[in-house]
């Protein structure tokens, strides 16, 4: 089956188009809830690391205006004059509060004229054409996964304000405990990447084979519990557990904790979206650099996965459990902001990949051991700022996708990457080791 047969499934073009349409409404919603509150809330910067939120308001609008009005419409620019503000290269995020944005009201009168104009394209455009933005509707994924990512970025924003009051919570399974906490995936040659995927980014492909030697991974992600023994047992004064540029990190920022996490007498609290709570054991651990990730895994005597082997043992499939859609409140994992925290370990057993892996997607990211580069055989498309300006030693993969990622933007494909010292994200890990 080719990628163009699959995306169109049974409902042919016009039903991908009603899919399409829909999928941009629901995105819309989500960004404006997210940006639902006084001014003052959205175009002040609640940290250097991030933009304010107005910024990535009218940002989603303007990438939307470049790829989907312009390349594929042929429609003029609206707002040329604006196009160097929201252009994410030409001035880093400390610097953007300073720039003449649109305010917030301009932003949504922007995007919404955007969005508008958007939709009669979409009315208009060949869904089966040759050109690879039209075909199966690639151009419209782009631009609902960038806005979805740019949502999960708002969070991380909003978390950082620690303002109470914008994110909702909601409801979440048990956690189980676990019989046997680590998994052996036998030595032997498996597909990493994909071909098959209709709207998978440039770096996931092309599909290539590896051979990986016998390992053990953790079944589940590492929990606040396991983390907390770390911390009690002094690993952030040993360095003999951390790498020296993460000890040197550690020592000149005086990190001894998760970010958010702060210590009442033996009680370890934290603050989530402007609410204190005593941190719960049972939750995976999120807000943790790669450093710390890499020095938790030799205190435990194990080591971070590489990319390969954290796809390896989703088992070769769209998704850990197969090919159905994740969904909001799927049965399969926790995605897409059904709570603002990840779920308790054990919830998702129907998750499971074939190894017998759990919530591999969803959560919180998953730090890997890998720099994020090309696979063999990369080809830029759409453009080289998406990814191949990335690529190097500088940025280590992320895999999985958090609690507030939505379900269209992750599969066990889905490569994210960020510098080794990063917090803010909703990133955790899981660790892995070598067979003796
Ligand atoms: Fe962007």
Known sequence: MTDLDAVLGDAGPTGLKERIAAELAAVRERSLAYTDADDDMLVRQHSPLMSPLVWDLAHVGNYEELWVLREVGGIEPLRPEIDHLYDAFKYPRKDRPSLPLLGPAEARKYISGVRGRVLDVLDQVDLTAPDPLRSGGYVFGLVLQHEHQHDETMLATLQLSRRPGLVRDGELPPGRPAAEPEVYIPAGVFTMGTDAVAWAYDNERPAHRIYLPGYWIDRRPVTNGAYMEFVADGGYRDPRWWLPQGWEWAERNGVEAPLYWTRDGDTWWRVRFGREEPVPPDEPVQHVSWYEADAYARWAGKRLPTEAEWEKACGSRTYPWGEADPGHLGRWANL???????????????????????????????????????????????????????FGETYRVLRGGSWATHPSAVRTTFRNWDYPIRRQIFAGFRCARSEE
Do not use: M, N
């Open 336 to 390: 897409g902001h059904r709570a603002a925290r990840p779920a308790p370990a054990g919830a998702f057993p129907d998750g499971a990949s074939p190894y017998g892996v759990e919530q591999l997607i969803g959560d919180v990211w998953e730090w890997t051991d890998s720099w994020f580069q090309p696979y063999p055989g990369y080809r830029c498309f759409p453009y080289e700022e998406y990814s191949k300006v990335f």
